[in-house]
């Protein structure tokens, strides 16, 4: 395999189909390139965009081998089988690493991992069986337990007071391995997109500040609105992390802000492109997903700059009418301020991400409060 840069029009290939992967696809078009997805779902968002689409489960060893034929493979999420991605890597340049994938899926081991980073994690436990559950857990009370895997936009994860609770919540995951946590002073969540090709090409771009609902990312407010230096340190955690790891991609770090001394901790990663970084695409000098592009291509990250104020406002089935009815999209297109994506979903199901609306200001305040004010005046209700 050689480590001179793929230039168009070579073709890339993703592993995953849904609008992360579609938004690469995008991008990855705009720039020259063709693009092979494999996605199990015939109505899978990116096949609308890519040149092939491998209508195939991610496991396929005819589907698998077709994609090792591409110059470069990426993924668009962390659950994809991490051997199929080391697998892939014997033939053709993979970014992110199999090995890198396999701790994102993991939260014991990604906690191991940034604990050897140098960096702060909530206090915590591993629990990989009921004997764990004992008097050494009292310290960690109140707090959260989590499945190891598996997990996301807040599924898997139980708040705990007591032992009993503990005890109960485990039996409800199912006593598969976990993670308990203690609860911390939060005062806000904040993510640092990383791109870094190796270690001496390797940039962020502005720490968002999230506000979540019922588990699920609502708002990204960026710039985060905390002290320069508070942000200045996200940056430089999020790059030490992604040093230790030996990343090579678009890595998300997501962060808690903890006490009165806005200490900062490291929640979890995600080894890819994340919804916290979508307002890259209409507020940045580049977006998140054209780094992604670059980077699995062997191409330098390109410049992060934010160009102005802004606030992502996630979309999802939630807003639809009970009998499918549209949400009142003429809200935000009326708006000329703010930019409407939807992702192509065919079936808009609560809790599922739909598309997102970006708000640009030239403050953060004003652009959270108007991206508010619009979400609401969209449901279908």
């Keep these: 395999m050689t480590s001179l840069p793929i230039l168009p029009p070579a073709m890339l290939g993703i592993l995953g189909g849904g609008q992360l992967g579609s938004m690469f696809t995008l991008a990855a078009k705009?720039?020259?390139y063709r693009v092979?997805?494999?996605?199990?779902?015939p109505n899978a968002p990116a096949a609308r965009f890519a040149d092939i689409h491998l209508c195939a489960?991610?496991?396929?060893?005819?589907a698998l081998t077709q994609l090792s034929q591409c110059a470069a493979v990426t993924t668009e999420f962390e659950n994809v089988?991490?051997?199929a991605m080391k697998d892939l890597a014997q033939h053709t340049?993979?970014?992110p690493s199999g090995e890198c994938v396999a701790v994102a899926q993991n939260r014991?081991?990604?906690k191991a991992r940034i604990t050897q980073a140098g960096l702060a994690t909530a206090p915590y436990r591993a629990m990989t069986s009921s004997d764990d559950i004992n008097d050494d857990c009292i310290s960690l009370l109140p707090g959260i337990l989590k499945t190891a895997t598996l997990g996301y936009d807040g599924k898997g994860q139980i708040r705990v007071q007591t032992l009993a609770d503990v005890q109960a919540a485990f039996a409800q995951l199912n006593q598969v391995p976990c993670v308990l946590e203690k609860q911390v002073d939060l005062r806000a969540e904040i993510s640092v997109i990383v791109c870094r090709l190796n270690a001496e090409n390797s940039l962020t771009f502005d720490p968002a500040e999230n506000h979540h609902e019922n588990g699920i990312l609502a708002y990204s407010i960026v710039p985060a609105r905390l002290p320069e230096n508070v942000c200045q340190q996200a940056r430089q955690m999020a790059l030490r992390l992604a040093e230790e790891l030996d990343y090579?991609?678009?890595?998300?770090?997501?962060?808690?802000v903890v006490g009165d001394e806005q200490q900062l901790i490291v929640n979890e990663i995600a080894p890819r492109p994340h919804n916290s970084g979508h307002h890259t695409i209409d507020a940045c000098s580049s977006s998140q997903f054209q780094q992604q592009v670059r980077i699995m291509c062997g191409l330098p990250p390109a410049d992060t700059r934010l160009l102005t104020p802004c606030c992502m406002a996630n979309i999802l089935g939630d807003l639809w009418g009970n009998a499918g009815e549209e949400p009142r999209w003429q809200t935000v297109q009326n708006t000329t301020n703010a930019?409407?994506?939807?992702?192509?979903?065919?079936?808009?199901r609560k809790g599922r991400k739909m598309g997102h609306f970006t708000v640009l200001a030239d403050q953060a305040d004003k652009a959270f409060s108007q991206a508010k004010n619009l979400h609401q005046q969209l449901s279908f209700e």
């Design 108 to 110: 014991i081991l990604e």
């Design 81 to 83: 089988n991490a051997q």
């Design 93 to 95: 340049r993979v970014s």
């Design 36 to 41: 092979t997805v494999l996605d199990p779902d």
């Design 30 to 32: 705009t720039m020259g």
């Design 57 to 62: 489960p991610y496991d396929d060893a005819t």
């Design 248 to 256: 090579v991609g678009v890595l998300a770090v997501e962060m808690f």
């Design 339 to 348: 930019h409407l994506h939807l992702y192509g979903k065919l079936v808009a």
